[in-house]
Each structure stands twice: as structure tokens, then as C-alpha cells.
């Protein structure tokens, strides 16, 4: 089919430098080729973009949205590039915005609790600064050392201390967007309570870069807990009854720090990721951080474990031995990666139904003959499992797809959600209808429409 284009990509180019003098910008296309898709999805970078653009400043991002605006080209934000459901993925001739070299941490409070950053600020370089000053942010998923506050902030991220501390939208106080027209809009306050008009921060927070682009947020800081914080193990018989002294354990009013759960192929593919033998007769783990309580608190936990017949409980608060343990949760990924091709899922559901849906994973993987290593945030009801196929199989198989398919429902059923804290991006764009239902749906799109009437923002995400 023959059209006739207005412009060349040669004039888009020149067009957009002019717009964006501080920023560099790449257009070659085996350097654009490197960005097309992020090296923790499944690699649907679709087409080829038309440029990589990392941005210096808010100028450098009303820039690039005014070019996006002349020839009505998509636009994809991007910080880290650490997501895990294709959100920052390449489109055909579209322009990837990175927020990248935007890393100024500008102001760490230990006063006020805050911290005002920029959206390429590394979740671990935050945390490191403001412990220098007596505080600690807690938001803290798996790619702590890698992912960026703005990608945490765009997907609601959470992590292992969620289940006390809350998820990255529990933590932000404001922010600073730019939105579809060029706008930049400064959203909250520094204040820790705000009840002033519509609480249009928590409305980016978890957008996944479809409404605006973030340029700056505000987080609560926490201040380090006092006395000596434990860390500690335990084995069950399988998952099913982990869950269950899980959901005891978070209504004892212990309030532990994490509670993460590893099933028995899990702790059996760390043994040989780490030359370790912790795959005690086929054993699901638990491990366990109290940061408050002292001996009151570590003794009702031990209480509620034997209640469970929990095994070989191992308690520490050496520093070393306590980060030990925590090298086991944090090397799960690649040592479940290591069996082949993957994916890794997201649910989570209500902690009465926990234990329900750890035993339903268990069988469905018995069923179709799927594996599956199952791990996640037991304390907050968030199930990782990751189903894996042979490397030289290149597709997904049609058993995978069913088993997601199935794992998904299930999750609904139980009255859950298939995104606890990866976002939906690409690949779960089109569960929204199922899990949200047509009514909400419906206003998403309409809220997608006031925002960015062009659809230029990260299309085909969040949203479909």
C-alpha cells in the first residue's frame, strides 16, 4: 500500500536535537538495536525505533514530547531498564525517553523524614545516603542494586520489606510530571499527611509512563529501628503449611520486617547454584527479619513455628550470618534462570488464601507437567512461581500458557490480583477487562484520553 509521508526520518532527527540540546541522542541503528528490549522480559521489543534519547533535564523531556506531538510518534519512558513485563520495551519508529543520567539525589532530611530525587536515582544509592544520616527508604524489590526510584514509582514496586513498610506507593509523598502537552506539574507535598484536593500523586504512581513523564519524587524516609535486628530460617513440609503459620505469624502482632517463602524445587536449585545443602528431605523455607521486638517478639515466632511443625529453625543477629541468609533470597533468581528459558509471575491474594494458592500451584504443576519453582513475599500474599522450559525450545509452550492462564483465574477467584508488584506492561495488557471489570476499564481509558488524547505515552501498555 503506497503513502505519502510528510517528513523523512532524516528531518524527525534534526528536529528532535534541535529540541532537546542537552540530551544525547542515538539513532544508529545497531546502538538502537541494544535498547529495543530489556534484558529481564521476554524480549518483545517490536520493530525498530527511531531514537534512544537519554534526557538531562526537564527541558530535554518537553522537548522530546514536542516532537512526539509534531509527528505523532510513541513514546517510551524508560529509567533502569529492569522491567520484568516488556513496560519499556522498543515500539516501531518510536522514541525511547531514559531518564537515566537524571540521578541527583537533591535533598536527604533527616528532619523532615524525606527525600527529593530524581527519577534516575538508583533504589540502593538512596537507601545507602540516607543511611548516613540515621534513616533508611524501604521500599526494596529484588533489583534493588539496579532498578531506578522513577521505574519504582511507574510500576508501584515492592520488594521483601512490604509486608511492614509498605510498597513504593505506601512511600511517596509527590511528585513532579510532565505531561502529553508539555506541562510539569508538581503533585503532593513534603508534608507526611496531605488531604488537599485530589490525590493526583497516587494516580502516576503505578501509571507505568501512559499518563506523564516523572521527573522528580518526594519519599518518606524511615528511621533505622533500634536495637539488634535477627534474621533466621526455617523448613516446612511443603508450602501449603508455610503459608498457614505465615498468615498466624502477621496477625501475632509481631510485625516481622520479611517473611519470604522458597518451595522445595527453589531451595534445591539454590543448593546447586551454591554449592549449599539446604534441601533438607525436600523442604519448603521460610526466611524470616525481626528489625523490632526483641526476645518478646523472636519468642512468639518460635512459638507459632513449632505450632506448624516448623524444622531445624536457625536464628541469627550476626551481621554476617544474617546477610548470608539474605543472599539465599536475593540469588533465587538466577538460580532458578539457570534451568532454561522463563518467565516469572506476579500474583498475589488475600493472606486467608494464601496457603490455597500455594497448594494449587503445586498441583497444577503435577497436572500438566509444567515446572515450576514457586518463591514470593508470603508475608503480604504475593506468589512468585517462574515456570521454566528447555533452552533450545524457543516458543513458549502451549502447557506454559495454559498454566499461566489457569494460575491467573485462580488468582481472581481467590479474590486476588495477577500484578502484585511487576506492573502489567505488555504482557498482561489484556486482563484488564477480567480482573477489574468493564465499568473500571471503561474509565481507565477515559482517564488515558484526558491525559494523553494523541496516545503517545507508552502505547499498548497498562492499558490495552
Not at 517528513?7 to 544525547?24: G, K, V, W
Not at 490480583?417 to 505488555?426: C, D, K, P, R
Amino acid at each position: 500500500m503506497a503513502f505519502f509521508p510528510a517528513y523523512d526520518d532524516t528531518e524527525i532527527i534534526d528536529y528532535l536535537r534541535e529540541q532537546t540540546p542537552n540530551a544525547d541522542v542515538i539513532f544508529e541503528p545497531s546502538e538502537l538495536a541494544k535498547h529495543q528490549s530489556g534484558k529481564y522480559g521476554m524480549g518483545t521489543g517490536a520493530g525498530q525505533l527511531l531514537a534512544y534519547i537519554e534526557v538531562a533535564d526537564v527541558a530535554d523531556i518537553q522537548g522530546v514530547l514536542r516532537t512526539a506531538r509534531k509527528f505523532h510518534l510513541p513514546v517510551i519512558p524508560q529509567a533502569a531498564a529492569t522491567s520484568t513485563v516488556a513496560g519499556s520495551d522498543g515500539i516501531d519508529h518510536g522514541l525511547m525517553l531514559s531518564t537515566r543520567r537524571m540521578n541527583k539525589i537533591i535533598d536527604v532530611s533527616r528532619a523532615d523524614q524525606v527525600a527529593v530525587v530524581q527519577p534516575g536515582v538508583i533504589n540502593q544509592d538512596l537507601d545507602n545516603m540516607a543511611r548516613k544520616v540515621g534513616m533508611f527508604y524501604a521500599p526494596d524489590p529484588g533489583s534493588k542494586p539496579l532498578s531506578a526510584i522513577g521505574g519504582n514509582v511507574a510500576t508501584n514496586a515492592g520488594g521483601m520489606s512490604t509486608v511492614k513498610y509498605g510498597a513504593t506507593r505506601d512511600n511517596v509523598l509527590g511528585v513532579k510530571v510532565v505531561l502529553a502537552d508539555g506541562r510539569e506539574l508538581s503533585l503532593g507535598h513534603r508534608t507526611l499527611k496531605q488531604a488537599f484536593g485530589y490525590n493526583l500523586t497516587q494516580l502516576f504512581v503505578g501509571s507505568e509512563g501512559t499518563l506523564g513523564i516523572i521527573t522528580e519524587i518526594t519519599v518518606k524516609l524511615m528511621p533505622i529501628p533500634l536495637g539488634q535486628p535477627v534474621t533466621g530460617m526455617a523448613f516446612f513440609p511443603d508450602m501449603k503449611t508455610l503459608a498457614a503459620a505465615v498468615t498466624e505469624i502477621r496477625a501475632s502482632g509481631v510485625y516481622p520486617a520479611m517473611l519470604e517463602a522458597l518451595d522445595s524445587a527453589t531451595v534445591a536449585a539454590l543448593d546447586r547454584y551454591e554449592g549449599t545443602h539446604y534441601a533438607q528431605g525436600s523442604s519448603a523455607l521460610l526466611i524470616l527479619r525481626l528489625d523490632v521486638g526483641g526476645d518478646v517478639a523472636l519468642n512468639r515466632v518460635k512459638e507459632i513455628l513449632a505450632h506448624f511443625a516448623a524444622q531445624h529453625l536457625s536464628v541469627t543477629s550476626d551481621p554476617d550470618e544474617q546477610a548470608a541468609i539474605l543472599k539465599l533470597r536475593q540469588d533465587m533468581l538466577p538460580a532458578v534462570f539457570a534451568n532454561g528459558n522463563h518467565v516469572m509471575e506476579d500474583m498475589a491474594v488475600p493472606l486467608s488464601k494464601l496457603a490455597a494458592m500455594m497448594d494449587y500451584i503445586a498441583k497444577l504443576a503435577q497436572e500438566l507437567d509444567v515446572e515450576i519453582y514457586t518463591a514470593g513475599h508470603a508475608g503480604d500474599g504475593n506468589v512468585h512461581p517462574t515456570l521454566i522450559w528447555p533452552k533450545e525450545q524457543t516458543e513458549v509452550p502451549q502447557k506454559v500458557t495454559q498454566a499461566l492462564q489457569l494460575m491467573f483465574r485462580e488468582a481472581l477467584r481467590l479474590g486476588g490480583t495477577i500484578s502484585g508488584e511487576h506492573a502489567v506492561g505488555l504482557l498482561k495488557n489484556q486482563w484488564n477487562n477480567e480482573e477489574l471489570g468493564e465499568g473500571v476499564d471503561q474509565l481507565q481509558h477515559q482517564i488515558k484520553a484526558l491525559l494523553d488524547p494523541f496516545n503517545l505515552l507508552n502505547p499498548g501498555r497498562k492499558i490495552n
